[in-house]
């Protein structure tokens, strides 16, 4: 079983369904060999929530960029995601399908505490640990 583990980089917040947080991020390889940085962010529904917010917690991308060698690429092009996972329900399910729409080949998602898994490396921001 192929398992991407993703840092929770959010307070532990028990409303946010089973990931637990509403701020993610993680560094794997794709199908293809190719690298990339992924983090994600949620927001609960609420009386000020946008009209893109359609669910209870709505999840949407915040960065999701190639990488090259364990470095996020200069040029800072985000990486193509389908436009069906602008917005989604946050929850591990649609979580791993978001990744896997964009090429990955993981059959689950795992969220982790930062002394389990940090993705950047103590070195500086942009080299990463991966997370597959």
Known sequence: MKTLVFERAGAILDDMNDVGTGRIRSAFHLKDGQEIYLEL??????????????????????SCYRMEDGHIAQDYIMYPVSEEYRHFEWNLDNLLKLVNSIGGDFDE???????????F????YNRCNFGD
């Open 41 to 62: 962010i949620a927001v609960r529904k609420n009386k000020n929530t946008q009209s893109w917010a359609q669910f209870e917690r709505t999840g949407f991308i915040d």
């Open 109 to 119: 998602i795992k969220i982790a505490n930062p002394s389990e898994y940090r993705v």
């Open 121 to 124: 490396k103590p070195e500086g």
